[in-house]
């Protein structure tokens, strides 16, 4: 282990990290011409206290906390992985709340199951859930199973969103995580709902997953040129993951 993630494992670094990482988003949000894109597709679910699915890639995780936060309480799905700890605490900073887990097929040891109770339990109570469905570690814009599982479990609807800036650094991470600069311009994109029937068989599920990937990778295109950034390719695609 490198000093850096050794460092990490002192809780005073990491709250002071994360606290920073936190005090950034707000900074950008504040310092940024945001546009919202889409908005009139949430919004009476927002507005109605209905529960709903937030889905949007892994490099676009960090401002999607601004765009959810004060609209509805939320929960977002995060791995029990290191990484998986500094996200939560810093979308804690936000004010969001976070489940901790994996829904993915086999993955109980890995907090699968009591992640998918979390998830009934705050659906039941009107609360939505956001997911990254190509995180922790991808591959890139490839969009697993595991949220076409919860949105049939739920029955809550998926909206696919995503954002750029006009100004920020493309990180060379497996994601290419998309680093916001302040006194720019932003877009959020959000796409119409995905709804999966409770009673999809497995080539329905299969269908509404790639709809929802197909919408992810639109509306993060549709960001991006209009903020004058260059799109990201998706990984080559694979099989899909359970």
């Keep these: 282990m490198g000093l850096g993630r050794r460092l990490m494992t002192v809780p005073a670094v990491e709250t002071l990290v994360t606290g920073a990482i936190a005090a950034y988003v707000r900074f950008v949000w504040a310092t940024t011409r ?68 994996s829904t993915r097929r086999g993955d109980r040891d890995k907090g699968g199951g009591a992640a998918v109770r979390s998830i009934m339990k705050a659906v039941r109570a009107g609360e939505s859930i956001c997911i990254t469905p190509d995180g922790p570690k991808g591959p890139r814009m490839r969009a697993s199973a595991g949220v076409v599982a919860v949105a049939r479990l739920t029955g809550a609807p998926v909206f696919p969103a995503s954002w750029s800036t006009s100004r920020a650094i493309r990180m060379r991470s497996w994601d290419r995580f998309h680093l916001p600069l302040p006194f720019g311009r932003g877009v959020f994109v959000i796409a119409p709902p995905i709804t999966v029937p409770r009673d999809a068989d497995e080539a329905e599920q299969e269908r509404l997953r790639g709809e929802i990937e197909a919408a992810l990778i639109r509306a993060t295109d549709e960001a991006d040129r209009a903020c004058g950034q260059p799109t990201v390719s998706p990984a080559e695609a694979r099989v899909a993951r359970a």
């Design 34 to 101: 945001w546009e919202i894109r889409g908005l009139e597709h949430p919004e009476p679910y927002w507005r109605e206290s209905r529960p709903l699915i937030g889905a949007f890639w892994h490099g676009r995780l960090l401002m999607m906390p601004k765009i959810w936060r004060g609209r509805t309480k939320v929960h977002m799905l995060i791995s029990q992985s290191r990484d998986g700890q500094m996200i939560a605490r810093a979308v804690a900073h936000l004010g969001i709340d976070t489940i901790r887990g």
